[in-house]
Every structure is written in structure tokens, then in C-alpha cells.
DNA sequence: ACCTGAACACCGTTCAAGT
DNA sequence: ACCTGAACACCGTTCAAGT
């Protein structure tokens, strides 16, 4: 599925991907699929052929998200203020939930279960996630109580929330920096 | 709409909104109107003669909702602890807009259309709501920057991120208590 | 090895025909 | 004044027939 041999259903699965993208980002992630087959020029077989679901073709298109966040969770460990690396990952987190209409439920599934084929990449987010987290809560800058689960629902729905609104990019700032502020222990 | 004249259709008004509680609690939001129609023994016509739209229904079965949670925040005023009150009355709002899986999105819409039926009583929640939120903040316990508007998307945001969970109550207040420590001023 | 599109079972919504 | 259900235009998904 992921490596066609034959060169053309290579092209078609290029193609239908690139398709897809355009139309998450037009419509969000409820696009009908029969359109996004018509426009990449093949039959709706060929498309359920490559992409059994549609979860497969966004797991797909998404798939070096949760690396990124992993490898970004990774990289901000080094950084002097803990609270403050938390804050920059968990604001990419939802920047990348927020990323198409309808992504942030995709991301919810994704998270909750463990069947989903991009488990082990969201697994490993997670992993790299809570090091940040446990590391500013050794520092004593952020509440012992919070768990990776929780900040990574919060994150999720702070990307809902702003979804549609006038200014989402204002409105996921404002909310991410209430709950950063319900995470702080000391100077605020 | 509201109130037909005939008796048949006071009862097959009556009899689809009972069903159509019941089947948004069982299957959500999204539930088949068709079904609903069906297992309320009327045509599809007949469902759409009386709510035209999905959102029709909905808001006649929660046009009281928005109503008692204004009646809340006006009883909630009269108590010592601002923040308390506050707390509580936030709660309910995200206990209200997760009765069913698909409803926080469509309180999330009502927030926001002005041309939604239920924009009037939504507003008058809205009103009460921030005097409670500028009562915390006159006392000093609530921080100052916080509006109205931003706390009611982050509780509908807190019942969609607690949707399909494990267990929702559960989150959901874990949630809110990050909610409320954020917007906390002073002892915590 | 892969593609195609008809076929099936569903939708939401409208509207002419009824009572 | 209200009800009905066929009709229309869409879906998602499967699978027999092709190349």
C-alpha cells in the first residue's frame, strides 16, 4: 500500500494525495472522497484501493506530523526555562491539530486509540512529551498533578475551540496561555 | 411552527421531538433524520414541515437549556466566593453542551451565529455570564483580562476534548480545575 | 498488479399530490 | 392545515469485469 510497483499507480497515489491536501485545506477532512477521486482523474476503486478509509489517506498526509512534534519535543528539552519549553511544544500541538477543519477529532481519535496505525508515531509524541512535561515539574515550575494525557486533550481542544472563530490564531494564543497559567507553580 | 393548530400535528410534533431526544442521545448529533422520522411514525415530510433543519430540532430541545443556565449565573451572583461561583456555573456550561456527542460543536455555532434562533437566549446566558466573570474580577480573584467570550469557548472545548472518553466527567473537570487555576489570581 | 465504474444501501431535502 | 412519500442529487463502500 505504502510502495505501488507499478509505476503508474505509483503516479495515481502522488496524485490522489496531492488532491487530498488541497481538499482537507478547502473543505476539511469531511471532503467527499468520490471528488477528491474525480479530480485526481481516477476511479473511485483506485482510490479505496490505495486508502481503505479515510482515516488511511489522512493518517498518510499526516504522518511526519507526530515525528516533527517528537523530534521537536526532543530539541526544546535542552532549553534553560522547562515551563517555557512546555508552553512552545504544546502551542505547536495545537497549531498542528488546528492545521485542517475537522483535524483536531481526527487527532482525538488518534491519541485514544490504539489500533490506529499512527499509534506508534503518537506513541512516541507522547513519550517525548511527557519528558518535557516530567522535567519542568522536577524544576517545580509546573503542577505535579498534570499528565501528558491531559495536556495533549487540552491542546486538542483548544484547536476545536478556535476552529472557524474570527481570529483562531488569537484564540488558541489566549487559551493556551490560561491553561499555561493553570499549569505554573511560582512567579507568573 | 411552534405551536400548531391541529391536534394531529401537536402530536406528531410531540412525538418526533421525543424520539429525536432519544435518538441524539444514542447516536449523537448526526443521527438520521429519516429514522427518527420513521421511528416516529410520520413521513420525512412531515419532520421537515415542523423543524426544516437539523438545527431547528436541536434548538427546540435545548431553547430551555440556554434559559436555566442565565437563571444559574443570576443565582450564582449572590454567593461569597466570586471565583467559586464562577467555577461552578462554567462547570455547568460544559456539563450542558456535553448532553450529547455532537453538541459541543453545535453550541460552539450557536455562540458565534447571530442569525441562530437561538442567538437571544444565548445572549442573555452570555450577558449573565459576564457579570459573574466581572464580579470575580472586581474582587480581584480572577484575572482581569479574561472576557466572557473566551471562557465560554474554552468550556465548549473542554466538553468536545472530554467527548467519546474514557471517562468524561473525569476529564472534564480536570480540565476546568487547569481552567480555573489560569484565570486564578492570588491563593491557589 | 492494478484500474474502472456500476451497484447497493444509505443520506438530506423538496415538492406535487393528496386528505 | 397538514401529511405523505416519490424524486433528486448526492454520499461511502464493494466488487465483478476488465487490461
Known sequence: ????KRADARRNRDQLLAVARESFA????????REVARRAGVGIGTLYRHFPT??????????????????????????QDQRTAL???????????????GLPESVRTALRD???R???SCDAMRRAGGDLLRAAQRAGTVRA??????????????AWASENSADPAALTARLLDYLMH?????DR
Open 118 to 120: 499512527l499509534h506508534d
Open 1 to 4: 500500500m505504502t510502495d505501488p
Open 182 to 186: 493553570g499549569l505554573a507553580i511560582g
Open 54 to 79: 479515510r482515516e488511511a489517506l489522512l493518517e498518510t498526509l499526516l504522518s511526519d506530523r507526530f515525528d516533527t512534534l517528537r523530534q521537536d519535543a526532543v530539541d526544546l528539552a535542552g532549553e
Open 26 to 33: 478547502e473543505h476539511g477532512t469531511a471532503t467527499s472522497l
Open 87 to 101: 508552553l512552545h511544544w504544546i502551542s505547536r500541538v495545537a497549531a498542528g491539530a488546528g492545521t485542517y477543519r
Open 145 to 158: 498533578d498534570a499528565t501528558i494525557e491531559d495536556l495533549l486533550a487540552a491542546a486538542t481542544g483548544i
Open 114 to 116: 490504539h489500533d490506529s
